[in-house]
């Protein structure tokens, strides 16, 4: 057999030690201007835009939240969370289903973070992609949404590995649905010991008090380290 006369080009692990070094600066870059940043992600039809709706209602009088709406070609969400209270820019992506730090990175710069305290992501809707690719926020937070099923971490574990914050939504569906949230728990904590789980409602916002409460403890401690550089 004769010897190989070409290469292989291992593109994908190419491709993330790229991004990896793009998710750097974005953490310098949110370091540099103190600003808590969420990478927000979950499947199509979870409520993420609901539930940002909900919480810049919340957290608008006393922090200044700034959006950047990521979807394949589409402005509807980005809409509806200015209405709300909050400064957005729409980020097309292009057909890719998940953003990577480069395009974090310019959306940034072009929504500007001189005057933002806290800043969201909300990720292309997918529980594949968007967990293989760190886009350098400072949190990552995933909506599982009862309708969905609580054996989702079992189907897609990555993105509950690589999770900070698990939001299980639509708990008001809970009397129609086939949900257990003590073994969505149990399922989840086998995968990532540290996660820190929160049912909520994003229709009637029962449990929003515990995650406006851990937005908040984020917040602050971002803001502190700011203060002592002054």
């Not at 370091?31 to 409520?47: E, I, T």
């Not at 709406?69 to 820019?89: F, H, Q």
Request: proline share 3%; aromatic share 6%.
């Amino acid at each position: 057999m004769n010897k190989r006369e070409y290469e292989i080009l291992e593109t994908k692990e190419n491709i993330l030690a790229d991004n990896d070094i793009s998710a750097a600066h974005v953490r310098e870059e949110l370091q540099k201007h103190k600003v808590f940043m969420v990478n927000l992600m979950a499947s199509p039809g979870a409520g993420k835009t609901t539930l940002l709706v909900r919480t810049i209602k919340a957290l608008k009088d006393k922090y200044h939240i700034g959006v950047m709406e990521a979807d394949v070609d589409s402005d509807v969400d980005t809409a509806a969370v200015v209405e709300a209270g909050a400064k957005a820019i729409q980020l097309h992506t292009g057909g890719s289903c998940h953003m990577d730090a480069d395009m974090t990175m310019r959306g940034m710069k072009a929504l500007g973070l001189d005057d933002l305290d806290v800043l969201f992501l909300e990720n292309v809707g997918n529980l594949v992609c968007p967990a293989e690719f760190d886009v350098g926020a400072t949190k990552k937070v995933t909506i599982l949404s009862v309708p969905e099923g609580d054996d989702k971490p079992l189907k897609y574990p990555l993105m509950f590995e690589v999770t900070d914050l698990l939001l299980i939504g639509k708990i008001d569906v809970l009397p129609v649905f086939d949900f257990d949230i003590e073994r969505c728990k149990h399922n989840v904590s086998q995968l990532n010991e540290h996660i820190d789980v929160l049912p909520l409602s994003q229709k009637t916002g029962e449990g929003f008090e515990a995650w406006i409460a851990w937005l908040e403890k984020q917040i602050e401690r971002v803001k502190g380290e700011k203060n002592e550089n002054h």
